[in-house]
Structures are given as structure tokens and as C-alpha cells.
């Protein structure tokens, strides 16, 4: 099926430096998102980004935190300084449409630890 | 307000049987979506199945489906002959028009298929 690509797998950096997080969306999808998962447990909404713009993001995605693709490259997730409580799974997802009427299909995360 | 609910942390059943898992929601929308992901030990988050609230017959795929029973705000998701493979944590999630840009997700069931 349709691939979502995440990049790094890992990534450890120390609490306050900056970290991207990258992720290539599937080719024709145009609804991005980021979810944050701790320790397996509940997948958290962060942001939906849609035609260049942040179309509804929940109370995680603190100011420090901020997403953007130029032209059509990766949808990024930058955090900005890092906190330890960042510490986290990033999933990045992308559908077809918006969220309620499209499938949402996944990458495979990335484990960002913040010392 | 949007919420999906979860109350099975984890079930533990025996090869090729059958198991139920339980997921209630709750939205202000009459228009929803419905859906449920797996996550495997190795951290993908694969799409299973999707109910339209506006559908009254029962999804199927494979052997998945799913108990939708709209007046209990109910959607549950039926295994039948599990496998081993099917060991995972399961999430339901929805979405409705009010949301339309965020996929809300329950705190996951973990399944335990034993041989």
C-alpha cells in the first residue's frame, strides 16, 4: 500500500536544541498530520497542515513547535528549544483528503529523546 | 466534544477463536467516521477498517468487521480465527464534520493471541 516515510528513525539530542523531524508524505496525499505517542500508549493529535497552512492543531502543539513543507519537499515537524517532556514517538500521517473522509496512512515514527 | 473511549487494556485470547473489542464515542455531529488501526510490536500503524455513520450495514474486511450500533454510540471490532499475527494494540479512532482535520484516537487495547 501507500508508503509514509520518516526520517531519522532515532534521533537524541539534549533539551534545548532545535530537532526536525522529516516525513514524505504518500506522492498525491494532500492532509498532513503529526501525532505524538508516549511509551505505546494514546496516539495525540498535534496539527493538520493543509495547502501550506495549519488548519487545526490541538493544546500539544506548544509554541515551540512549528511545521511547514516548501515546495512540495518534506512536511517537517520542528521543535525549537526542546523540552524534556518532548521526549516521544512522532508519527507523521498524510490521506488523500481531509481527515473524516479519507484514510489516514502512517509512517513508522520517530523516537526522539531529549537528555 | 469529541471523544473516543477505550475501557479494554488488554485481552488475551486463544488461537483461531474469536474476540470482541469494545470502543464508545462521542460527538455533537450526525455525520462521523468511524475507524480502527493496528499497531504491531514493531510500531507501524496499519489501517484495518472504517464505518460511516450514515451506513447501517456492518463493515467487513477480511476477517475483520465491526459491531455498529449507533444508538449506543458503540463500535466494536470482531476478529474471527485470530492468529498469532494478530497480536497488536488496537486503536479505534473517529472523526465528524465539526473536527474535520483531526482523527481522534482511544488509548488502544492490546491483543494477545495465544498458541
Known amino acids: 500500500g501507500p508508503k509514509v516515510l520518516q526520517i531519522p528513525s532515532h534521533q537524541i539530542i539534549d533539551m534545548g536544541q532545535m530537532v526536525t523531524l522529516n516525513c514524505d508524505p504518500v506522492?498525491?496525499?494532500?492532509?498532513f498530520y503529526w501525532y505524538k505517542q508516549i511509551l505505546g500508549q494514546q496516539m495525540e493529535f498535534l496539527v493538520n497542515?493543509?495547502?501550506?497552512?495549519?488548519?487545526?492543531k490541538s493544546k500539544l502543539f506548544k509554541d515551540q513547535f512549528s511545521v511547514e513543507r516548501p515546495d512540495g519537499s518534506y512536511f517537517t515537524l520542528k521543535i525549537q528549544p526542546t523540552a524534556l517532556e518532548d521526549s516521544a514517538v512522532y508519527f507523521c500521517?498524510?490521506?488523500?483528503?481531509?481527515?473524516?473522509?479519507?484514510?489516514?496512512?502512517f509512517g513508522s515514527g520517530t523516537r526522539l529523546t531529549v537528555l | 466534544a469529541q471523544k473516543v473511549t477505550q475501557t479494554q487494556t488488554s485481552i488475551s485470547v486463544m488461537e483461531k477463536t474469536t474476540v470482541t473489542m469494545d470502543c464508545v464515542y462521542e460527538t455533537q455531529d450526525s455525520s462521523y467516521f468511524l475507524f480502527w488501526y493496528k499497531q504491531t510490536a514493531s510500531g507501524e500503524i496499519v489501517f484495518l477498517i472504517r464505518q460511516d455513520s450514515y451506513k447501517k450495514e456492518n463493515a467487513t474486511v477480511g476477517h475483520y468487521s465491526l459491531n455498529f450500533q449507533k444508538p449506543k454510540s458503540s463500535i466494536g471490532l470482531i476478529i474471527t480465527a485470530t492468529q498469532i499475527e494478530d497480536s497488536a494494540v488496537y486503536f479505534c479512532?473517529?472523526?465528524?464534520?465539526?473536527?474535520?482535520?483531526?482523527?481522534?484516537f482511544g488509548k488502544g487495547t492490546h491483543l494477545h493471541v495465544l498458541p
Open positions: 479512532a473517529m472523526s465528524d464534520d465539526t473536527n474535520a482535520y483531526k482523527v481522534i
Open positions: 497542515f493543509y495547502n501550506g497552512k495549519v488548519m487545526e
Open positions: 500521517a498524510s490521506s488523500l483528503a481531509q481527515g473524516g473522509a479519507e484514510t489516514l496512512y
Open positions: 506522492s498525491n496525499h494532500l492532509y
